[in-house]
């Protein structure tokens, strides 16, 4: 019994080297046979995509414009500076009503424009004076939502191109398939769906940042936003409202 089992293990010893030597044999064979089939580069696989990939290229370049654009000029310092309102709070305790008109020059951005607004018509009402500041907010809000606009549009145009690019590539495999007749070359038709797909790649790939950084862009313009109207209302209240319970209180007196 155990010279039997002896012979088994034996055999299936002899059965498992025997196997080892095949595969390393077979490897070396295999690693020949897929080095003689180049794989296609980068710049080849969109060359395969044609006039739609340049396309997609050019939008992407186009986007990246305004990429740029929005890192330089979306920042505090061109909405809602640090320290500004305490400099401004402090020049209107001072009475230097001058150089609070001028601040929209000397320190350009969008809260320095409202106060020079505010400082120039200390003297209007305060309800007609919080409705232009409202409207300038607005109106710098909105230009600054209009110079991201152009990454969303890329961000939806570009999966769109390579869904279309892929379309006309299947066709045209497809339509070159049956002229061969029947399947033709299976390589061929493979060859074919792999340069239709390259659109759909580069549309997604092109899609994905752009639309991840559009976001980003209207989360932060939400967010000084947010800060412009807090930093406005607090600077209406603590000058005009005051201003204008004195005149009251003035008026009162004097009946």
């Not at 909405?79 to 609070?100: C, I, N, Y």
């Not at 862009?217 to 319970?245: N, Q, Y």
Request: proline share 3%; charged share 20%.
């Amino acid at each position: 019994m155990c010279t039997r089992f002896k012979s088994i293990g034996g055999f299936l010893l002899l059965l498992f080297v025997c196997g080892k030597l095949f595969a390393a044999d077979a490897q070396p064979a295999a690693a020949a046979s897929a080095k003689s089939i180049a794989m296609p580069s980068w710049g080849e696989k969109l060359k395969q995509g044609g006039t739609t990939a340049w396309v997609q290229i050019g939008m992407s370049v186009f986007g990246a414009g305004f990429v740029f654009e929005r890192l330089f000029r979306l920042r505090r310092k061109f909405l809602v500076p640090s320290g500004l309102t305490a400099r401004a709070r402090q020049l209107w305790q001072d009475g230097k009503f001058a150089e609070l008109e001028k601040l929209g020059e000397t320190e350009p951005s969008t809260l320095a424009r409202v106060i020079s607004f505010i400082a120039k018509n200390r003297r209007a009402p305060m309800l007609e004076v919080s409705e232009i500041c409202g409207e300038i907010v607005s109106r710098e809000l909105a230009g600054q939502y209009q110079r991201a606009y152009p990454l969303g549009i890329v961000a939806t145009l570009a999966p769109l191109l390579g869904l279309l690019g892929m379309i006309i590539g299947m066709i045209d495999t497809f339509e070159t398939v049956a002229l061969a007749g029947s399947l033709g070359d299976a390589t061929q038709l493979a060859a074919g769906i792999s340069q239709a797909l390259v659109t759909t790649g580069l549309g997604l790939a092109i899609a994905i940042p752009f639309l991840a950084l559009y976001h980003i862009f209207k989360f932060r313009i939400a967010g000084f936003g947010a800060e412009l109207e807090e930093e406005v209302t607090s600077l209406l209240t603590a000058w005009l409202m005051k201003s204008a319970d004195d005149s009251a209180a003035t008026l009162t007196a004097q009946k």
